[in-house]
């Protein structure tokens, strides 16, 4: 079992930038893919960005340039990186592991966060 928990989530004005951290514990993460998804009101749950066991990340258009995942394996923990932020990027932020390659599909990933959230005010 893998227990994860988001922080770093909170209120910022429109440009402001914000660094979210999902910590590990239960299995090392070093043979995991990692993503962070949101989920707005109304909304349906979207993947971001994901990033595999070995470091290399993938981003969705509308953060593509703004955001960065990183990971520290040693840490156990992946983070996300925040700039430029703008009102439609307030939601409620998750992070998933998954044994394996990456993948943009949440019925893939095993393990989720019990979210943070973000909120950017114009």
């Known amino acids: 079992q893998v227990q994860l928990v988001e922080s770093g989530g909170g209120l910022v004005q429109a440009g402001g930038s914000l660094r979210l951290s999902c910590a590990a514990s239960?299995?090392?993460?070093?043979?995991?893919?990692a993503g962070w998804s949101r989920q707005a009101p109304g909304k349906e749950r979207e993947f971001v960005t994901t990033?595999?066991?070995?470091?290399?990340?993938y981003y969705a258009d509308s953060v593509k340039g703004r955001f960065t995942i990183s990971r520290d394996n040693a840490k156990n923990t992946v983070y996300l990186q925040m700039n430029s932020l703008k009102p439609e990027d307030t939601a409620v932020y998750y992070c998933a592991v998954r044994r394996g390659g990456i993948s943009w599909y949440a019925d893939n990933y095993e393990y989720w966060g019990q979210g943070t959230q973000v909120t950017v005010s114009s």
């Open positions: 990033i595999s066991w070995d470091g290399r990340a």
């Open positions: 239960g299995r090392t993460l070093s043979s995991y893919a």
